[in-house]
């Protein structure tokens, strides 16, 4: 599986961006998929999280102003990004699990596949 995220870029605070992820391969309906973020100097954080069924999870910090959302038809998978701030300054990395792991989950070890990264800046 190759995971191939897009959509970063430069917004002022307070903009929306929306970035995507496309999978290779057959069985991305049957797989959870998360997006988590690293910032300068940090660790990588999971930020969303979504079943193949569609059940989310969000981190406190982006509750109410992310969405993540999936199309199985598309292998794509989503995150909407509003009223961002300066502080959602970072790459964002797409990750899928195994194939038949159908759930998300909040463990980074539980995530073998990792797209390449998509660097959001957020200027104030």
């Known amino acids: 599986v190759q995971l191939q995220a897009s959509g970063g870029g430069l917004v002022q605070a307070g903009g929306s961006l929306r970035l995507s992820c496309v999978a290779s391969g057959s069985t991305f309906s049957k797989t959870g998929m998360g997006w988590y973020r690293q910032a300068q100097g940090l660790g990588r954080e999971l930020v969303a999280a979504i079943s193949s069924g569609g059940t989310t999870y969000y981190a406190d910090s982006v509750k109410g102003r992310f969405t993540i959302s999936r199309d199985n038809a598309k292998n794509t998978v989503y995150l909407q990004m509003n009223s961002l701030k300066p502080e959602d300054t970072a790459v964002y990395y797409c990750?899928?699990?195994?194939?038949?792991?159908?759930?998300?989950?909040?463990?980074?070890?539980?995530?073998?596949?990792w797209g390449q990264g998509t660097l959001v800046t957020v200027s104030s």
């Open positions: 990750a899928a699990r195994r194939s038949g792991y159908a759930a998300y989950s909040v463990r980074r070890s539980d995530y073998y596949y």
